[in-house]
């Protein structure tokens, strides 16, 4: 069992930066894929960004890609996503999830592949 506590989002105008961080709780952190995904006003909650259990590949939606970091310590049992150059579309519930670990597939993006989920973070981006 994992449980998982987003922070960090909050209101910023255009161009701005927001830092979201994620805590799990559980023994299986360091086993987890982990995982950031959102859901936008009125849209499907969509894949954002993630990272292996040794933090040593991470993927990236087209959205995200260029902007977004993803990142994670083991030794604390946490993920980041460190989001740039931010724009009103990137308005969203921020989740993390945790799924299954992965060895030599691509990183799952589908929230189907994802076991465990946070309460989200909302984050707001002004013109």
């Known amino acids: 069992q994992v449980q998982l506590v987003e922070s960090g989002g909050g209101a910023v105008q255009a161009g701005g930066s927001l830092r979201l961080s994620c805590v799990a709780s559980?023994?299986?952190?360091?086993?987890?894929?982990m995982g950031w995904f959102r859901q936008g006003p009125g849209k499907d909650r969509e894949f954002v960004a993630a990272?292996?259990?040794?933090?040593?590949?991470?993927y990236y939606s087209d959205s995200g890609k260029g902007r977004f970091t993803i990142s994670r310590d083991n030794a604390k049992n946490t993920v980041w996503l460190q989001m740039n150059s931010l724009k009103p579309e990137d308005t969203a519930v921020y989740y993390c999830?945790?799924?299954?670990?992965?060895?030599?597939?691509?990183?799952?993006?589908?929230?189907?592949?994802?076991?465990?989920w946070g309460q989200g973070t909302q984050v707001t981006v002004s013109s």
């Open positions: 999830a945790a799924g299954r670990p992965i060895y030599y597939s691509v990183l799952p993006t589908s929230r189907d592949d994802y076991d465990y």
């Open positions: 559980g023994r299986t952190f360091s086993n987890s894929v």
């Open positions: 990272i292996n259990q040794r933090g040593e590949r991470t």
